[in-house]
């Protein structure tokens, strides 16, 4: 219950909105970061937008404590990838959203020590 607790309050200033139920809201999948072991949550219905994108947040866990790997607000995206690059110890992750039916935008982010940012 802990754990559940220190995720919500690492993804609520990150989120552009708030459902009434995050365990609802949210997919988890754990990943390998290289680091250490990590979670991406990933929004189902409100955090997401009418061309099937929706929020993406990444955690690891630091001293068995789940921290945010982004700052200010997690991306959007249809579907996400880890590594296979690696920087500063910690896997890039890659974030592919549909921008239309035929066309898709691919942001990879990469840590800089302490947050993800887009490169």
Not at 6 to 21: H, I, K, M, N
Not at 26 to 41: E, F, S, T
Not at 81 to 106: L, M, Q, W, Y
Request: glycine share 12%.
């Amino acid at each position: 219950m802990a754990e559940i607790r220190q995720l919500v309050a690492g993804l609520e200033p990150l989120a552009y909105d708030e459902p009434d139920s995050w365990s609802k809201e949210l997919r988890v999948k754990r990943i390998d970061l290289a680091g250490g072991p990590g979670l991406v949550l990933q929004g189902t219905k409100l955090l997401c937008g009418g061309t099937g994108n929706c929020q993406l947040f990444v955690f690891r866990q630091v001293n068995g404590k789940w921290i945010s790997l982004f700052d200010k607000q997690a991306p959007i995206g249809e579907a996400f990838e880890v590594g296979p690059g690696c920087t500063n110890g910690i896997k890039d992750f890659s974030v592919i959203a549909n921008s239309s039916a035929e066309a898709e935008h691919r942001v990879t982010y990469k840590f800089d020590g302490k947050f993800y940012r887009s490169k």
